[in-house]
């Protein structure tokens, strides 16, 4: 039984009790879990001890790829490539090279903010092993869910069955994968 499940799920009806209850898994050495509530709780990811994304600093980084793409490629064009002058301005005019900049900065940092949204959240993710549990149901509507996986290294079936239901959960179910 122990190796076709994905985790142990346990069911709780109020936000508090779910914060609680995180934290004492956090607190008792579990690493690989989860938990679902009907909407956000800012206090969730540190009950669960959740890093901040590295998001940021990939769309600071993309945006400053953008940045030099597209004073690069004007750089390229109108100094090295085709030399004209234009206007009775030098090759190399900055104010002429901040607006196609500036928009490579937004589509390079746009493009990095989605994708690598979708990527470090595993997405698009179509199936979760938690929608075999008929309760979860009502993870949408008013109940508060809290998964621990069988991959964290300290799972035990039997042990972490035992230390959940003494969590106060309303109650706790095998999540088959």
Excluded: C
């Excluded at 990811?45 to 590295?54: F, M, N, T, V, Y």
């Excluded at 030099?68 to 109108?78: I, K, M, N």
């Excluded at 075999?132 to 290294?153: G, I, M, W, Y």
């Amino acid at each position: 039984m122990a190796k076709n499940i994905y985790g142990i799920l346990a069911e709780f009806d109020t936000a508090t009790q779910l914060v609680d209850a995180a934290r004492k898994v956090r607190d008792a050495g579990y690493r690989k879990t989860d938990a679902f509530s009907p909407f956000p709780l800012h206090e969730i990811d540190e009950a669960l001890g959740i890093k901040r994304s590295i998001l940021p600093y990939l769309i600071f980084a993309g945006g400053i790829t953008g940045l030099l793409a597209g004073f690069g490629l004007q750089y390229f064009v109108h100094v090295i490539d085709w030399p004209i002058i234009v206007g009775g301005r030098p090759h190399l005019s900055l104010p002429a090279f901040v607006p196609p900049a500036y928009e490579l900065t937004i589509l390079f940092s746009a493009f990095v903010a989605v994708f690598g949204m979708l990527f470090l959240n595993g997405l698009p993710s179509p199936y979760h092993p938690v929608f075999n549990v008929p309760r979860f149901a009502l993870a949408t509507r008013e109940k508060f869910f809290l998964v621990v996986e069988a991959a964290d290294e300290k799972f035990d079936h039997t042990e972490t069955r035992k230390f959940m239901e003494t969590l106060g959960a309303q109650e706790v179910f095998d999540v088959p994968e």
